[in-house]
């Protein structure tokens, strides 16, 4: 089946290492995602995992990447993506690859994202093209978290 590809770059009012730090953080990526709760394992090799969902016993989703590339202040690659459910015929491993490079800008900084893969199944392919619409509500998301805590920075 032939590879999807999802990109977006966006201007930020932030700084690089600020970003950075946003995207590996669990409070902030609770906050910016909408997770119930986060964990991230700072370092190559580690781990990103996000749950959605109020029982701790059972949450809803459950999104873990290990890192594949861990830069900073300039770029996280997460891949091995595996999405659990407790309501859902889950799980499937996500053959896909998350980018983020943060790129410095007199401004503050740029960051793109590329979410890219190949679905193996119908359902895969589904939730991949979905994938557009959530990426960009992460992206709305990381700009309210930034204008809610701007001044944090």
């Not at 016993?57 to 590339?69: M, Q, R």
């Amino acid at each position: 089946m032939e590879s999807r590809r999802v990109e977006i770059e966006e201007p930020f009012n932030v700084s690089a290492e600020r970003m950075f730090e946003t995207l590996t953080t669990p409070r902030a990526i609770r906050e910016w995602w909408g997770a119930s709760r986060a964990l991230v394992d700072a370092r190559l090799g580690g781990a990103w995992v996000a749950t959605y969902g109020e029982d701790d016993g059972e949450s809803e989703y459950v999104n873990s990447f290990t890192l594949l590339e861990y830069d900073p202040p300039n770029r996280i690659v997460l891949g091995d993506g595996v999405l659990l459910s407790a309501t859902e015929e889950f799980p499937f491993k996500m053959h896909t690859t998350i980018e983020f490079d943060i790129v410095k800008s007199p401004e503050g900084c740029s960051l793109r994202m590329v979410h890219s893969g190949s679905p193996q199944d119908e359902e895969s392919e589904i939730f991949f093209e979905s994938s557009l619409l959530g990426w960009r509500n992460t992206f709305e998301g990381l700009r309210s978290y930034f204008h809610s805590n701007s001044d944090s920075e």
